[in-house]
């Protein structure tokens, strides 16, 4: 009888033992899995906003599409069309041998996987960057010459010099059940439109 409580003990101490490997080996491979998506998440976002070279192309990136604002642009012409805090519409020339084109830098509504981010060039039919999903709506604002908050900026764009972007990214973690969290990644930044300074 001994000895057979003593097998009984040494079954479940075993068991337990078990258990308790194979939850550690499941929680480290959860915990690589999640590090790789914050790395990857990291590049795509940091991609997205400085570009990139895909293919011996280069692909620009929001910030250099934002240093086109006013570029080529009469001054009797207004460079910017649209101001607001989720969309930002802008005249620009890519180059200096092509025509002015018309950006358009935009959230568009919520969907189940998030907020979409799109930059359209001439049309807003076919995406020149996008889509990226964003966990929270886009945040843009817009300062004077005085570096001063700009109030109502859609109603006062000739004084608006700069921009600061804010932009939260997301993955999914690896569980999509209960225990469900989102990986978010912010990016800040800042661009001053030097084509209106001139």
Do not use: C
């Not at 959860?30 to 990291?42: C, D, F, H, P, R």
């Not at 940091?46 to 070279?53: C, K, S």
């Not at 981010?117 to 807003?124: A, F, I, W």
């Amino acid at each position: 009888m001994a000895s057979l409580l003593d097998v009984l003990g040494a079954t479940i101490a075993g068991s337990l033992v078990l258990l308790m490997i194979f939850t550690s080996l499941f929680n480290i491979q959860v915990i690589s899995y999640n590090t790789q998506l914050q790395i990857g998440l990291t590049k795509m976002s940091e991609d997205l906003i400085t570009g990139r070279r895909v293919g011996g192309i280069d692909q620009p990136g929001i910030e250099s599409i934002l240093s086109k604002v006013g570029a080529g642009v009469s001054t009797s012409t207004d460079p910017i069309i649209e101001a607001t805090s989720s969309s930002f519409k802008f005249l620009g020339q890519s180059s200096p041998t092509s025509v002015i084109s018309t950006f358009y830098f935009v959230q568009e509504s919520e969907t189940s996987d998030g907020f979409p981010l799109y930059v359209y060039q001439n049309d807003m039919s076919n995406p020149f960057l996008g889509p990226f999903w964003m966990a929270d709506t886009l945040e843009i604002t817009y300062n004077d010459m005085n570096n001063n908050l700009v109030n109502n900026p859609d109603s006062n764009h000739d004084m608006i010099r700069s921009i600061e972007v804010n932009l939260t990214f997301f993955y999914n973690t690896y569980r999509p059940d209960i225990d469900k969290k989102l990986i978010r990644h912010n990016v800040v930044f800042w661009k001053y439109f030097k084509n209106l300074y001139l």
